[in-house]
């Protein structure tokens, strides 16, 4: 895998796609509150760990079993993607797979590439299958993820609550 991706997106912004590093901690925390006090589109309200441990957490995303990829625009962190490996022989072929991207960066290109990258790395390291849960009300992501061949394994009824609603959630799958 490359170690840096440019694209150009459908608005005619640069984004660069690339591996995070530790020193892009602070950013990462920022960037996690930001996407979190949507409270509609992420189940992660906040950040809950320190600088120290999201160091900690990207130094140990090793490339073989976890990829931490950050999408950057004009310098600022846009969007990002964690795919992480199951633990054990029985669940080795799977991975699941977190992403998000800004509310200006909806819809431009961006998360397409960003998953596009990370379907890669998954291929790169001998995963077959990539899993990924979403909230039925997310329509923009769950079009985004059945375009790149994800679909539907499960409905989970009333999982979350958003704004004092139920709201359902869907399993997603790809088999790679």
């Known amino acids: ?6 694209v150009i997106l459908k608005d005619g912004r640069a984004a660069v796609i690339r591996p ?6 602070s950013s ?14 992420v189940l992660r309200e906040r950040a809950t760990w320190t600088l120290d441990q999201e160091r900690a957490t990207l130094a140990a995303a090793d490339g073989r079993q976890a990829v931490f990829l950050v999408a950057e625009i004009s310098g600022h962190l846009s969007g990002m993607i964690h795919i992480a490996r199951g633990q054990w022989t ?9 992403m ?3 509310p200006d960066c909806r819809r431009v290109g961006l998360g397409t590439a960003l998953l596009s990258r990370g379907i890669e790395w998954a291929r790169t390291v001998g ?12 329509e923009g992501a769950i079009a985004l993820y059945r375009r790149a061949g994800f679909i539907e394994e499960a409905r989970l009824k009333g999982q979350y609550v958003i704004d004092g609603q139920p709201v ?9």
Request: charged residues 25%; proline residues 2%; glycine residues 4%.
């Open 127 to 138: 995963v077959t299958k990539l899993t990924l849960e979403v909230f039925l009300s997310n």
């Open 20 to 25: 995070a590093v530790p020193d892009d901690a």
């Open 168 to 176: 359902d959630s869907l399993l997603m799958a790809q088999w790679l």
């Open 1 to 6: 895998m490359a170690n840096e991706t440019h």
């Open 90 to 98: 029985k669940d080795a072929h799977l991975a699941e797979l977190g």
């Open 28 to 41: 990462i925390t920022d960037y996690v509150d930001r996407i979190g006090a949507e409270k509609r589109f």
């Open 100 to 102: 998000s991207c800004l």
